[in-house]
């Protein structure tokens, strides 16, 4: 299923023609990073894991809709940085590749 749902999300991105390609990379190249670290939390925090990957597409979408709001954009990207409130010392990278896309998410609308 997360498997799946990574897979949405780079589809996702590759087809925005919303996103400049230099950032696209970056987005892409942080997911690939991302599935990993979500694989290694899946294997003791499964539910959490899917949280996670739920929100990471759902910011997604909503930061690469044609026509953005900006109030829905907001409210994906703090339930995407909520779902890894905890892991700061378990799974430090997790947290910080989150954050990493959050702001690059954010920052494509502007």
Do not use: W
Request: charged letters at 30%; proline letters at 4%; a negative charge.
């Amino acid at each position: 299923m997360i498997d799946d749902t990574i897979r949405k999300i780079e589809a996702r991105l590759q087809s925005s023609e919303s996103i400049p390609p230099e950032r696209r990379q970056e987005l892409v190249d942080l997911l690939q990073t991302l599935k990993g670290e979500i694989s290694e939390l899946s294997k003791t925090h499964g539910e959490q894991a899917e949280s996670i990957a739920g929100f990471t597409e759902l910011s997604t979408r909503e930061a690469t809709r044609s026509r953005r709001d900006p109030r829905l954009l907001e409210l994906s990207l703090r339930g995407l940085s909520s779902s890894v409130e905890g892991f700061e010392e378990s799974h430090p990278r997790l947290v910080q590749i989150v954050n990493t896309i959050s702001h690059t998410l954010s920052s494509l609308g502007i």
